[in-house]
């Protein structure tokens, strides 16, 4: 039988008053970067946090320990599926658990509220509605497998600009409608262990400091969990006073010493320490991590093979946009196949930022492809550069001058170029985060290598980071140069520095040496403590735009299809800044038009994270959206292309057709501050009130059969704290197997209060055999009806039940009264 929560506080209780005030105290500031510390007094041993929305990194930013890269945000929420997203975090937990980890710092549950916003990959919608049912499910899969969830950013942190300063002003209404409803069921119902506050403030007083961690989180929902900072977000003592439990990093903070004596003057009160030391008390229970205890969950609930639900799920959240009779190529396989674009060999599987895992290997459309169809069907042409900054050196072109195997050495040296530390790596682009590098305590690192260039010509060999460095290469320095770090953003600066690079003539097969030496003295390591990063590579080289298109278009005109792979870079979907527009970078648009040109059977496939305008989709034969796909994006590409695997998205988000068209697009604050004056009205239901018509609608997405909804019913009569019932038949009047997503909305024409034109209250995804029929069923709470008023409010009468597959294909509806 499972304890209750008073019968474990009661146990936690003795623990509790053993510990000291400075013992307590040093409990809610970590012990370094990643971890919490251990009290060995009380069978407490350290908690280890790791970012996590997209796999799970560990303790070490590190190559040498490969994390599953699981397929981005946005392809889970494509899916209306909420058993893919409860095995996303089942998968996610396995990987915690084998890294030793605790706490994933994930997922992220802020709305697409602007699709300029830079971070939209890692989080799922812009409706509350489907972010709150994903992400409740994503917590359910996580901790059942016996790790913490901690949904963040806790609240309103919807965009980049200024995040660390912006106050976002927000009405109540809004804020409880949309932005705290896509958290509430991830804490009322799944009772997530853990909540991350955010960095921006919300109405004038910073997220650590609000008055939102008290009410509703823990006295109109029942969050029992512990609080956790985003990382630097604590900057004062006051947030002690307030319902925030752990300060993240440390070992340094704005508690500590300050907090102990604030205590003992009497100026916060001790019990308020108490209940913090409490909640990270039941936290570590919770996981395993105190003597004496058993764990919330003695063994996984689920476990499955990674990589193969990794590419399941990429097609499953892959969205069909446009298809004139060409896919799938199921029965007849094309002769020859242009595959085109620098991401169809270089795709982007996940974001830039801190939700960034290194994986063993990426499959790239490219690989994914030629494995499917066959290498000799395909060619391929780069067509465009959409890369800006450094690309690392492949692993197979770098060899370690010291051990003789690949990669490369790097050596931290003091004053006297005496080595402090060594260590081999197999990689370009590299990060220390924990391990033991003495960072602070050297002078220079110098980085060794050897480079078979795979081509001749002239490359730009270069670096990115902030600082200083120095490029020797055959004993000749080639360039020696100082960055400035742009803008004020801690995390941009430090996962995507500015770069420097030089030119260097190379002959393939003939090796170059190459040692960097980067100076350690003149660094600010500001909030990062002992952390730092630095990449290696070879930026761009995009002197003949016109060349690379006019020969894509070639090797398309000379194949049956063409397969052309357009999308974002880490400089335009990263954490850390939001977007200026929504172009594709580079010359691909371009590219694409050419292409279609030269062959009409051009397949276009969409490698971003978010919405990107696509100017040429009414010309193209078909148009995927594949996302970030993870580390199996190539082979899900390919499933989905051949009919292995249904595309089986529809877009949690709209897409629009030009910039100027979005309804709700600001992302920059204005004298600090970031209005949210479009209230309750957001994505699709600020579309709607715009009565601008988008690319394409929420909900929207095709599949490879067709289908019939018919005979809906729904609940006729209910009451505040009912639940409604919908149903409705789905005929697949097609030829094979498919999915359906089946979309409930509702409205009130006669309401006496705003309202959007309608939103969304469920869904249900159903898979139907050719020629038969299901009945997809569709409950919702009738607080989705509801609107605040200081407390839920429920205007009485009618509303419209509108049944469909997408927010404007909505064929069939139904009336329910609610009653007074």
Do not use: C
């Not at 309103?156 to 995040?163: H, I």
């Not at 660390?164 to 809004?174: C, G, L, Q, S």
């Not at 170029?417 to 060594?422: H, M, N, S, T």
């Not at 081999?424 to 391990?435: C, K, N, P, Q």
């Amino acid at each position: 039988m499972t304890d209750t929560l008073a019968t474990i506080d009661a146990r936690l209780q003795p623990l509790l008053d053993s510990l000291t005030l400075e013992e307590k105290v040093q409990l809610l500031t970590g012990r370094d970067f990643w971890t919490t510390w251990p009290i060995q007094k009380i069978g407490l041993r350290r908690l280890l946090m790791s970012d996590g929305p997209s796999g799970v990194r560990g303790e070490v930013w590190d190559e040498r320990s490969p994390s599953l890269n699981l397929p981005s945000a946005t392809v889970v929420s494509s899916s209306w599926d909420t058993a893919i997203a409860a095995r996303y975090g089942a998968a996610a937990a396995v990987e915690a658990r084998r890294k030793g980890v605790d706490v994933v710092l994930g997922p992220t549950i802020n709305l697409h509220r602007s699709p300029l916003g830079g971070r939209h990959f890692e989080a799922f919608s812009e409706d509350p509605v489907l972010t709150a049912e994903l992400a409740a499910s994503y917590v359910d899969g996580m901790q059942e497998n016996g790790v913490a969830a901690t949904p963040k950013h806790y609240v309103a942190n919807d965009s980049e600009t200024d995040r660390f300063t912006v106050d976002v002003n927000v009405a109540e209404r809004p804020l409880r409608e949309l932005y705290l409803l896509a958290f509430e069921k991830a804490v009322t119902e799944s009772k997530t262990w853990a909540i991350m506050s955010a960095y921006n403030s919300i109405n004038g007083v910073t997220a650590t400091e609000n008055e939102l961690l008290e009410t509703p989180l823990a006295t109109e929902w029942g969050f029992d969990g512990a609080v956790i900072s985003d990382w630097t977000a604590v900057r004062s003592l006051e947030s002690a006073k307030a319902s925030q439990d752990i300060v993240m990093p440390g070992p340094d903070g704005p508690w500590g010493e300050a907090l102990v004596a604030a205590v003992r003057a009497g100026e916060i009160a001790e019990e308020a320490v108490d209940r913090k030391v409490l909640r990270i008390l039941r936290l570590a229970q919770r996981v395993g991590a105190l003597e004496g205890f058993d764990p919330a969950v003695a063994e996984p609930a689920l476990v499955e093979d990674g990589i193969a639900f990794a590419r399941e799920a990429a097609a499953a959240g892959s969205v069909l946009l446009v298809n004139r009779d060409e896919l799938p190529w199921a029965d007849a396989v094309p002769a020859s196949i242009a595959v085109i674009g620098h991401n169809a060999e270089f795709a982007r599987s996940q974001g830039g930022g801190s939700a960034t895992v290194l994986p063993e290997h990426v499959v790239s459309p490219l690989e994914g492809l030629r494995s499917r169809f066959g290498a000799d069907r395909i060619t391929y042409s780069v067509g465009a550069v959409v890369q800006e900054g450094i690309a690392e050196l492949a692993r197979e072109t770098i060899a370690n001058p010291v051990s003789g195997g690949p990669g490369l050495r790097a050596a931290f040296l003091d004053a006297d170029d005496v080595e402090l530390f060594g260590e081999d790596r197999l990689a370009t682009a590299l990060v220390w985060f924990g391990g033991d590098a003495p960072i602070a305590e050297s002078s220079t690192l110098q980085l060794s290598t050897v480079y078979t260039p795979t081509a001749t010509g002239t490359i730009k060999l270069g670096f990115a980071a902030a600082g200083t460095a120095t490029i020797v290469v055959d004993g000749v320095e080639v360039l020696h140069a100082t960055v400035v770090p742009e803008g004020t953003d801690l995390g941009a600066a430090f996962l995507s520095p500015p770069t420097r690079s030089v030119p260097v003539a190379v002959t393939e097969g003939e090796s170059i040496a190459v040692t960097i030496r980067v100076d350690l003295t003149q660094r600010d390591a500001g909030a990062l403590g002992n952390a730092m990063s630095f990449a290696f590579g070879i930026e761009p080289n995009d002197d003949d735009p016109e060349a690379l298109i006019a020969e894509a278009a070639e090797a398309a005109a000379a194949a049956e299809v063409a397969v052309v792979v357009v999308g974002t870079n880490s400089r335009v979907e990263s954490e850390g800044y939001d977007r200026s527009n929504l172009d594709l970078p580079g010359r691909q648009d371009d590219l694409v038009r050419a292409v279609v040109a030269a062959n009409p059977r051009t397949v276009v496939v969409v490698n971003s994270g978010a919405p990107v305008l696509l100017p040429w989709r009414d010309e193209v034969a078909a148009v995927v959206i594949g996302y970030f796909g993870g580390q199996e994006i190539g082979n899900a590409l390919a499933d989905v292309l051949s009919g292995d695997s249904e595309p089986g998205g529809r877009l949690p988000t709209t897409w629009p057709a030009a910039l100027a068209d979005v309804p709700v697009i600001d992302v920059t604050p204005e004298a600090g501050a970031l209005h949210y004056d479009e209230g309750i009205h957001i994505g699709y239901r600020a579309w709607l009130r715009a009565g601008t018509e988008p690319a394409f609608p929420f909900g929207f997405g095709l599949g490879y059969t067709t289908f019939e909804l018919s005979n809906a019913a729904a609940t006729s009569t209910a009451a505040v704290g009912d639940t409604v019932t919908v149903t409705v038949d789905v005929a697949n009047t097609g030829e094979r197997r498919g999915k359906q997503v089946v979309q409930v909305y509702a409205s009130k024409t006669d309401s006496a209060i705003e309202r959007p034109v309608r939103w969304l209250v469920g869904f249900a995804p159903v898979v139907v055999d050719a020629g038969a029929t299901e009945t997809a069923t569709v409950e919702f709470p009738v607080r989705l009806l509801a609107d605040w008023q200081g407390g839920w409010h429920q205007e009485p009468g009618e509303f419209e039940l509108h049944v469909g597959a997408s927010v404007v294909d909505l064929p069939l509806t139904q009336t329910l009264v609610i009653s007074s």
